[in-house]
């Protein structure tokens, strides 16, 4: 099937520095003190809710304590984990074939057969389980163990980006309703966790690709930029993910590094189609085309960040279309407004037939660059007439008119379909788009790559017309990182940063220098 060719996907590095030069004195120790360095401290903005693939932790893979029956590469290709070689597909599309790597067992010693896959994904399926995950398998009929190594996936429909989704992780069928959090096959257990404070995570020693050389993995939840940067400068750290500008203070710092990866971290202002401001075509498309993207990259993000004009992150590049672009123009975003009857008030605010154009943005609490981001757009809001207030919010509070990260690195179906479709329960301000629907369903069911590179591309083209938020940028994520081991390399990131994708995609794999 066309879907496991190798892609071409941006996987950019884009700034790596070292920064030991000129520097003075003997590095600081790890974080944890051990000089062996078989001991690693790093920290992460957000706390799982649960360590359970079934609630969506480790989406992409590489979650530490579960493996999935394929993982992805450095180039954000596939390559086989539980399984013994990738999936093999039916001539119609609808069913896949997977046959099981021999010798594996979980962390507690069982052995790995095709009755614990088959559990895990009934898990999945089960219509008690409310999580996203389930929608995200929703084209996923049954799962069937043929013998105890090989299992069969059934789906209603072809579904083009399936093997993608089978990094999932994988867990004991005994341990599925008794343990919290279950068991899996990964390279770590988890030895202790302190709910709002840390997760202390020890190697696996059995590991079927080999024992960690990191026996053990300390996590701290700091949802604050500022606080992970003292953590850093008091040495309590190994390593963490910092806005731009905070990183930046590490330079120069002797046994530090600063680095940067590429994303697929949309970030975008949702304008609702219900709303009494946003739910004007004209008010959305003037926003549009009053946002200066390259301003806000260039001031806003330190450079460190591309400019978006649509939901498709720019590093599918095989996808994107080149000419879908709001220009930069004032005269054209206030023409939109005139032309539908927002006129401007003795303050300098519009409003149409008594309603002011005014409307409240919430942004992600503690995250300083959904902040910068609000700041900036409400700025280019005012200078069309248009205000808008702030209010910083915990995630599960952003609706309604709000700043958010989406996206995927892996594929345009798991990047958009959530977000845009009219049957999606999390499709964005209820964005309605009879032909981003069409084309959404074609992308999604087509194995012809050509095929569906058209059809995003017609996406793209359509949403242009009819904007259903204003897309700013991919804000490039960058970290710092302790330089006391080998194996770190960069991989496009994911919207979230968490213990388990970005810089520490591969931690099981790095070695004290």
Not at 268 to 295: E, F, I, K, Q
Not at 327 to 355: F, K, M, P
Not at 404 to 419: N, Q
Not at 454 to 476: C, E, W
């Amino acid at each position: 099937m066309p879907t496991l060719s190798p892609r071409r996907v941006v996987v950019a590095l884009l700034a790596v520095v070292s920064l030991a030069a000129g520097c003075t004195g003997d590095p600081a120790p790890p974080a944890s003190g051990d000089p062996d360095g078989t001991s690693l401290v790093i920290a992460v903005a957000e706390e799982p809710a649960e360590l359970n693939p079934l609630s969506g932790y480790g989406a992409n893979g590489a979650a530490k304590i579960f493996d999935g029956l394929v993982e992805h590469d450095v180039d954000l290709t596939l390559r086989p984990a539980l399984a013994a070689d990738l999936p093999e597909p039916a001539a119609d599309g609808r069913t896949w074939t997977v046959r099981l790597r021999a010798g594996v067992t979980f962390s507690d010693g069982s052995p790995l057969d095709a009755q614990d896959v088959v559990a895990t994904y009934q898990a999945l399926l089960d219509p008690a389980n409310r999580s996203p995950m389930r929608q995200r398998f929703s084209m996923l009929r049954q799962v069937v163990a043929q013998s105890p190594s090989v299992v069969r996936f059934e789906l209603t429909a072809p579904y083009a980006p399936f093997p993608d989704l089978l990094v999932f992780g994988i867990m004991s069928s005994e341990s599925l309703a008794a343990t919290s959090p279950p068991i899996g096959t990964g390279p770590y257990r988890v030895d202790d966790w302190q709910r709002g404070t840390r997760l202390v995570l020890a190697a696996n020693d059995d590991y079927w690709a080999g024992a960690p050389a990191i026996k053990k993995v300390t996590v701290e939840f700091l949802p604050d930029d500022e606080a992970r940067a003292t953590r850093l400068r008091e040495g309590k750290l190994d390593g963490a993910a910092l806005p731009p500008a905070l990183a930046q203070e590490f330079d120069g710092t002797d046994g530090l590094r600063v680095v940067s990866h590429s994303s697929a971290d949309v970030r975008a202002v949702v304008l609702p189609s219900d709303g009494p401001v946003t739910g004007d075509p004209a008010v959305r498309l003037a926003l549009n085309h009053a946002m200066n993207r390259r301003t806000v990259v260039d001031d806003v993000l330190a450079g460190q960040g591309q400019v978006a004009h649509t939901p498709m992150p720019a590093v599918l590049a095989e996808y994107v279309e080149p000419g879908a672009v709001f220009e930069y123009n004032i005269t054209h975003a206030l023409d939109q407004l005139e032309s539908r009857g927002w006129v401007t008030g003795a303050d300098g605010i519009r409003s149409r037939n008594g309603q002011p154009a005014k409307f409240t943005l919430s942004y992600l609490a503690g995250d300083t660059v959904s902040e910068d981001l609000a700041k900036s757009f409400a700025t280019s809001a005012r200078s069309i007439g248009i205000q808008v207030d702030l209010l910083p919010a915990a995630r599960e509070s952003l609706t309604g008119s709000s700043l958010v990260a989406f996206g995927d690195p892996f594929d345009p179906d798991l990047a958009l379909h959530p977000h845009l479709s009219t049957t999606s329960d999390a499709a964005l301000g209820a964005y309605q788009n009879a032909t981003v629907d069409d084309a959404l369903n074609t992308g999604r069911t087509a194995t012809d790559p050509a095929q569906r590179a058209t059809a995003y591309r017609r996406l793209q083209r359509a949403y242009i017309t009819s904007p259903g938020m204003v897309v700013i940028a991919a804000p490039h994520h960058t970290y710092v990182i302790r330089e006391s081991w080998d194996g770190y390399e960069p991989v496009v990131d994911s919207p979230t940063v968490d213990a388990t994708w970005g810089a520490w995609w591969n931690l099981e794999t790095w070695t004290p220098q």
